[in-house]
């Protein structure tokens, strides 16, 4: 299990340094010759370039990672309160290692959905893929949380209550 831990970490330290590579490589390109007097202005009708990781991206990415936490709290508490989840098995749930891991993985798949986006000059899906993912992470968690509490049967109270109340032969001892 370290084993597999480490292997994430060192995965999803490799991707954020390919992407501050690529990101460092388009911003140190030489700038366009500037237009000469007999050259045409040319029309600009691609929208501005950004950095990847501008101030906007930023707030964005935090509010993936802070809503994914949140989803992660609230998936737990949900466990402790007797509920299932419906997602996910429970064993991964219940594994908070592995369950920590999902939910970072899914942070880090929606910054590279993010990055495939601005790559290719998507930029108001870049911001889109952020917010929308933020938004239904915050909502689940909410849900998760608005959820009531699965009681247990009325009247079994001892583990005596508990083998009684099954059919005969379910049982063995």
């Given at each position: 299990?370290?084993s597999?831990?480490?292997?994430?970490?060192?995965?999803?330290?490799?991707?954020?340094?390919?992407?501050?590579?690529?990101?460092?490589?388009?911003?140190?390109s030489?700038?366009?010759?500037?237009?000469?007097?007999?050259?045409?202005?040319r029309?600009?009708?691609?929208?501005v370039?950004?950095?990847?990781?501008?101030?906007?991206?930023?707030?964005?990415?935090s509010?993936?990672?802070?809503?994914?936490?949140l989803?992660?709290?609230?998936?737990?508490?949900?466990?402790?309160r007797?509920?299932?989840?419906?997602?996910?098995t429970n064993?991964?749930?219940?594994?908070?290692?592995?369950?920590?891991?999902?939910?970072?993985?899914?942070?880090?798949?929606?910054?590279?959905?993010?990055?495939?986006?601005?790559?290719?000059?998507?930029?108001?899906?870049?911001h889109?893929t952020?917010?929308?993912?933020?938004?239904?992470?915050?909502?689940?968690?909410?849900?998760?949380?608005?959820?009531?509490?699965?009681?247990?049967?009325?009247?079994?109270?001892?583990?005596?209550?508990?083998?009684?109340?099954?059919p005969?032969?379910?049982?063995?001892?």
């Amino acid at each position: 299990m370290d084993s597999l831990r480490v292997s994430v970490i060192a995965a999803l330290l490799a991707a954020f340094v390919a992407v501050g590579r690529a990101q460092d490589t388009a911003g140190s390109s030489t700038p366009p010759a500037a237009p000469t007097a007999t050259s045409a202005p040319r029309e600009t009708t691609s929208p501005v370039e950004h950095r990847f990781f501008d101030r906007d991206n930023a707030w964005l990415f935090s509010a993936v990672a802070a809503s994914r936490t949140l989803d992660y709290f609230s998936t737990l508490n949900m466990r402790r309160r007797g509920r299932q989840e419906v997602f996910l098995t429970n064993e991964a749930v219940d594994n908070h290692a592995a369950f920590a891991a999902i939910e970072a993985g899914g942070t880090a798949v929606s910054i590279g959905g993010s990055y495939l986006c601005h790559r290719y000059h998507h930029h108001r899906l870049e911001h889109w893929t952020s917010i929308i993912h933020a938004s239904l992470a915050a909502g689940g968690a909410v849900r998760n949380y608005c959820l009531k509490t699965a009681h247990p049967q009325p009247g079994l109270n001892s583990q005596s209550d508990v083998l009684s109340s099954c059919p005969p032969g379910h049982l063995t001892r």
